[in-house]
């Protein structure tokens, strides 16, 4: 697995996994299988795309990168 991270605010995130992992996204389909790491709802869309917003900055990706770090080393 590729430690590679992605934030997105989509509904339909189980059809969306699986449609990366079926090669059906032509600009990753060469990198499958996906796993779900980290995932963290929210019921206001407003709240959620700040969260996205947040999560693509330098402290974003910082946090995202320890959270890879503590899950694929244990």
């Known amino acids: 697995m ?3 991270a992605r934030s997105t605010s989509k509904r339909h995130l189980p ?9 059906r996204v032509d600009s990753i ?6 796993e779900l790491v980290y995932w963290k709802g929210s019921r206001n869309e ?5 969260r996205g917003k947040y999560l ?3 402290w974003g990706i910082l946090y995202i990168k320890i959270r890879l770090r503590r899950y694929l080393t244990g």
């Not at 389909?29 to 996906?34: A, D, G, T």
């Not at 407003?46 to 700040?50: I, V, W, Y």
């Open 2 to 4: 590729q430690p590679n």
């Open 29 to 34: 389909k060469e990198r499958p299988p996906f």
């Open 56 to 58: 693509k900055t330098a």
């Open 15 to 23: 059809a969306q996994l699986q449609a990366h992992n079926d090669g």
């Open 46 to 50: 407003s709240d959620a795309a700040q």
